[in-house]
Structures are given as C-alpha cells and as structure tokens.
C-alpha cells in the first residue's frame, strides 16, 4: 500500500490516474498504461504512437523513479497507434514483449493487417486512415505468447481475455480484486472517428474504432464478454478512462444495441469480415469503390499534418535509437518461428497468404 501511496503523488506531470496501481498516458491521440505491483515492479500495456518513447521514459521515471525498467511490456494488440515506441523501448530495456498468437505476424515482419476502410464513420481520424502506417514491424528477438492460462506476465492479480474483432487476436486486462479492465480498442470511451472528440475527450462508451474493426460478429462478442465482467473501471485504448453505474449502463447499452450504434450501415468488412490465421492476412473483401470524397481525404491530410507536427515535436526532444540491425539476440518467445517461413510484407506474398490489396 505504501508504494502505490507514493505512486499516487507522483506522476502527475504526464500520466493519469486510473485505479490503485493504474496510471495511463496519453499518446496524441491514444492511450498507454503502466500497471504497479505492491513489491515496485511494473508492466507496461502498448506503447502509443511513433516518437512517443521519451514521453513513457519520463513518465515512468516519475511514477517508478530513474532506472526502474518494466518486467515486460504488454500489448492489447499490434496496431500502428498502439507499437510506435515498442521496438525502442524493448531494446533499451531489454524486456519481452507478451502478445497473442494471431497478433505475431504483424510484429514479425511476416503479414500487413487487413487494410483500414476510411468510407465508414464519418470522421477526421477515419478520412486519414488511409495514411496511417501499414507495414508490419519485427520485433522477433523480443516477442513472446501470452501464457495459455490466461495469466498475465508480472501481474499475478490479473489475467487476459482474448477479444477479437478489431483484430484478430486483440487481448484485453482485467483484475478481478476491484474489477478493472484494460480493455484496449474492444470498446473505446470517446468517438473513435471523429478529431474533434480527440481533443475534447467526451466521456461515452463506443464500440470499437469503425475504420480498423475487421470482424464485426468478432467484435460484439468480444464487447458482450466484457460486459459480463460487470467491470467497475474501464480504461480503454481511446477517450478517458470510465467507471460505476454509467459506465456499466452505456456498456450494457452498447450490447443490447451493437448493431445499430457500433456497425457501419455499409463498408469494406460489413458484410464479410477479412480472413485471417496465424501466418497473417489470407483474404480481404474488396474495396469500396469511390466511398470517400476527396474534399474528405484532404480534411483527413490536414488534420494528419497538424498530429505529425505534435510527433516531431516529440522526437526532437530526444533522439531515438531505431538501428536495431545490430542486435544479435537469440530468439527467446515460447513459440518456435521457422527461420525458413516466406516473409509476407507489404511486398511479399506466400503461397496462402497476400498483402497485394489497394
């Protein structure tokens, strides 16, 4: 009780507090979250956006003091907004990063995600997504799986739900003791497409961000799973964190009304979602064709410039060290990786498997 005493003073620079041993931070648009033992050590959930790394280093020298590493590094899932500053801060740590099996092909260098539709949600943030970064990244050396328990690597009090939709293999958190749930973009707090709600952050319960949702049928069972945790806090991967009667009732509300509120009316995976295995992207319905105007796009450009400045302004404080090329460290996640198997980039496909979508 004493160090989260402490914690709780502390930390108030950059983070936020979400429950007893719960801080999280917010990464331009997205959130991270730094989880506390009652012994000092502590996990980190994502990693936020491109540049974000000092911002997390100062956060957590704030909660945790100078020096105090992770036991490891946690991640709901593998998008781009949610693995900005993991490759760089598992090498500077020299910590493992636990993910689901059907996130590895995205952090391994082997698949692209199905690619985001900016037709449906009608936002700034879904008009750009286009943009958004699309290649998968390698961390192979630091990867590992989420244990098949559902325990949760240095945080004995918690365990994982597996909740696709969003993607395939998105995880969330919850500790049972008090009832909160890192939940990720199962479900999110704020409109997940819109910027103005980025800057406002009006507390709401919504489904999972439109634009990158894959699975819809996923998707509303990962949220009714959720839901019948009956959690008391709910911090999620975007908007603030939530918690009582309201939030457990607009959580509720958003089951019983999912596919009126949280599906698109039309859109590239509404009506077939995209396949996927734990080699990557197999298939993906097609695109719409002309679904966003071009007045839209540029809309989305703009908005995308003025975050690009924010993360610039980010990387300038400090500079990042991204040559990983050098590293020679043997492969230690619990899952063997073939060193033989066909890469399937954005560039490259295998006999089953193909990124070649527009």
Aim: hydrophobic residues 35%; glycine residues 10%.
């Amino acid at each position: 009780m004493e160090t989260t005493e402490r914690h709780s003073q502390t930390g108030r620079k950059h983070s936020f507090p979400v429950a007893p041993g719960v801080w999280g931070l917010k990464t331009i648009f997205v959130n991270l979250y730094f989880v506390a033992e009652p012994d000092g050590s502590w996990v980190l959930v994502d990693t936020g956006v491109y540049g974000a790394a000092p911002k997390i280093k100062e956060a957590a020298a704030e909660l945790f003091g100078h020096g105090n590493k992770p036991r490891c590094i946690l991640l709901t899932h593998g998008h781009f907004d949610h693995i900005g500053a993991v490759k760089e801060l598992a090498s500077e740590w020299d910590v493992p990063v636990y993910a689901h099996p059907l996130e590895l092909p995205y952090l391994t260098g082997r698949s692209a995600y199905p690619p985001p539709d900016p037709s449906v949600g009608g936002g700034g943030m879904a008009y750009m997504s286009f943009l958004y970064p699309k290649k998968p990244i390698d961390i192979t050396s630091y990867v590992e799986l989420l244990p098949e328990d559902g325990s949760v690597p240095g945080l004995p009090g918690w365990h994982w739900l597996h909740t696709p939709g969003h993607t395939a293999g998105h995880v969330s958190f919850f500790r049972e003791q008090d009832r909160v749930l890192l939940a990720g973009d199962a479900f999110i707090t704020r409109h997940g497409e819109s910027v103005m709600a980025v800057m406002t952050q009006k507390k709401h319960v919504y489904g999972p961000p439109k634009y990158y949702t894959s699975d819809w049928a996923e998707a509303y069972r990962s949220v009714e799973k959720l839901a019948d945790l009956n959690p008391a806090v709910a911090a999620t991967g975007h908007g603030m964190p939530m918690r009582g009667p309201n939030m457990q009732f607009q959580l509720e509300d958003l089951v019983r009304n999912f596919w009126e509120v949280a599906v698109p009316t039309h859109g590239r995976y509404v009506q077939a979602p995209a396949i996927t295995d734990e080699a990557g992207v197999v298939s993906v319905p097609p695109a719409p064709s002309n679904s966003v105007p071009k007045v839209m796009l540029a809309a989305g450009v703009v908005a995308l410039a003025g975050a690009a400045i924010l993360t610039m302004r980010s990387k300038n404080n400090k500079k990042r060290t991204d040559n990983l090329q050098g590293i020679n460290r043997p492969y230690s996640h619990n899952r063997p990786v073939s060193d033989t198997a066909p890469a399937t980039g954005a560039d490259h496909d295998g006999p089953e498997h193909t990124n070649n979508y527009p």
